[in-house]
């Protein structure tokens, strides 16, 4: 027999940026431990819209745990209490009968809130158009072996590169610092010969970018890494240091 | 000037001050535990130090690195707490792997600095400032031994010492690895390393401050 198990959420509304939120309970009973937690909330939505009540807005696309759409700071951690899963991933298996489940949006200056859980990103978007890409003119495409990149390098890179910018690392932060972030997404390039060419200047750029945004300084606490639903770890941010450092002082 | 405009900037100014710090304390350090061995050594150390020129310029510029460490940890403090925004978490749990020190950097700085000003009333005031102004000419500001022997020959000021050092103990073992982290003396191998080498380096430094406290309050 499928076990099933009764929660109350404690939920985070709040009609728009401007107005103020609070916490609002709601009580739900005979849920599949194999659920999901998104799903979870689909069910919850569809018996408010039933009753006539707002359904709980909240951010998802994938469900597979790739997009990094999903966010949600559930009982203290962002993406929930399990390890290297975003959100979508999270099962309710992870809870226990009668658990009070408080659900609660990114808080950080540069994610303001657009409604109950949902936030607005787009700070990171602006920060990758700040420098986070390589200007290439494309011409005929060439041996894939005819620029040679130790394996050490390539595997950091693709570590770095495997940031789907949630931004669990914003909300873990006690400085809301976006420095994980831009450290994978100036790693990913300054890993690799045709990223170093523009190397000082998307470091700069992006890190400007990132303080102009008003997002904190990294104290390194490493909570970021800890709740990285991707495990990108902060000797990322220790190129990043090192590579505006350089620049700066080239300057 | 990007040690003003920039976040990594002002993190950097951070991290030289406070290794230069550290680096002081070592020095304290190795001269305070010689009074445990010998008090007319450890006197002979005041004198050479005193209020020499050397000493003076010196002074001037470890008093100019604290000033400087005290006023970027406010700033940021503040850049900080404004970046986390208006609304904050209702239930915060701590992750795992996270030193309780790094969270807590200002308020131990606080407890430090407060530490640090009954610690320059007790003896520079009655060593350097003292030879200087001539400001109290009952003491002589070349016996530091016998300033030591009176202060921590009451046990309770032995334990507030002994508890401000642990303060000490705590901010530097994080702010050490951090300091070289922020400054990209860093990477996946050097980051276990670092934090290792933080703690038995702390370690020794806050073991020789507390012997000397330990030995004059509790044993001589």
Known sequence: ?251 | MWLLNSSIGKKVVMSITGLFLILFLTFHMSMNVVAIFSGEAYNMICEFLGANWYALVGTLVIAGGAVLHILYAFWLTYINRRARGNDRYKVVDKPQGVEWASQNMLVLGIIIALGLLLHLYDFWFKMQFNEITGILPDVNPHDGYGLIAEKFANPAIAVAYLVWFVAIWFHLTHGFWSALQTLGWNNKIWLSRWKCISCIYMTVICLGFAAVAIYFGFIA
């Open chain 1, 1 to 251: 027999m499928e076990k099933t198990i009764n929660i109350t959420l404690r939920i985070w509304r709040q009609r728009g940026p401007k107005e103020k939120g609070a916490f609002k309970e709601y009580a739900l009973s005979n849920i599949s431990v194999d659920s999901s937690f998104l799903e979870m909330l689909d069910i919850l939505n569809e018996q408010l819209i039933n009753k006539g009540e707002e359904p709980v807005v909240f951010d998802h696309d994938c469900r597979e745990g790739i997009c990094g759409m999903c966010s949600l700071y559930i009982n203290g951690h962002p993406h929930g209490p399990d390890e290297d899963i975003t959100t979508c991933q999270l099962h309710m298996r992870k809870f226990n009968d009668g658990d009070v489940i408080t659900v609660e949006p990114w808080r950080s200056a540069g994610f303001p809130v657009i409604r109950d859980l949902m936030v607005d990103r787009g700070a990171f978007d602006k920060i990758i158009q700040a420098g986070g890409y390589i200007s290439v003119n494309t011409g005929g495409v060439p041996d894939a072996n005819a620029i040679p990149i130790p394996k050490a390098n390539a595997d950091e890179a693709m570590d770095a590169a495997s940031c789907i910018g949630c931004g669990a690392c914003v909300a873990a932060c006690k400085n809301g610092s976006a420095m994980l972030f831009v450290s994978a997404k100036v790693s990913q390039f300054a890993l690799l010969p045709q990223g170093r060419v523009e190397a000082a200047r998307r470091a700069k750029a992006m890190l400007a970018k990132m303080d102009e945004l008003g997002f904190g300084n990294c104290t390194n606490t490493g909570a970021c890494e800890a709740e990285c639903p991707k495990n990108v770890s902060i000797s990322n941010i220790a190129r990043l240091n090192r590579e505006f450092i350089k620049a700066k002082l080239k300057d």
